[in-house]
């Protein structure tokens, strides 16, 4: 077994998914990690270049607000991601409990200064959503997974969770580092709304359509409404910039 290579001397599975499953394991020697697990079992035709890529993006940033790779292996029908672990999602957090609007900057804050790091590196992260931000013990955020993240500066197909699409991507059009900054918006409604997005419909055809036309499915939180609509839900051309968002977070 793998988890024996590793020295695993027990794990539980914290998350499962389309293509794999994540684990929260404890090795021989007492540290704590997660181990991310993506199967070839009913991966498409890209899974490959995809892993490849995700694991290039991932491997070679290291920043405090964005959680650390530390290992991969590649075996026949998978690949194993060891990666620090974070006691929750932001996701979680705020299903459990209705945060306060202080707490929401300050998280807002850490991932505007992780990302600004992801952009720097030319990465286009394409998936930033509640169930990627994550808290450790300290309450300090960080962004994970990074596997439809692409490089920048311009990029091209639907990519993305669709409650938190930005329109450029919902219309098929180019897109490059401002689409993280909508589901960025996205983030921040969701948090306030304990988990709920603005677009969010009964289907994924009717979000998508929402999104297109800036058609709201919740009224926006008024502490933040006035900022979203004049400066986030806006084309990619008016869009602000992550300085304008960190400014808002310290308002």
Known sequence: MFFEKL?????VLIAKGKFGSCYKCTTRSGQTVALKVQTREHANADWEDRIHREIDIHRQLQHPNVCTMWQHWFRANAVYICLEYCDQSVMQRVQTCSPELSWVKCTMRDIVQGLTYIHGANIIHRDIKLHNLLLCGNDKAKITDFGLATWGPIATGLAGTPNYLACEVAERQPY?????????GCCLVAMLLQGKCPFSSGTVAETIENIRQRRFT???PEACSSFLQSHVFVGPSERCGLLDMDAWCLS
């Not at 020295?7 to 794990?11: F, Q």
């Not at 490059?176 to 960025?184: C, E, K, M, T, Y």
């Open 218 to 220: 919740t009224v926006l």
């Open 176 to 184: 490059g580092f401002a689409v993280d900054v909508w589901s960025l």
């Open 7 to 11: 020295k695993v001397l027990n794990r």
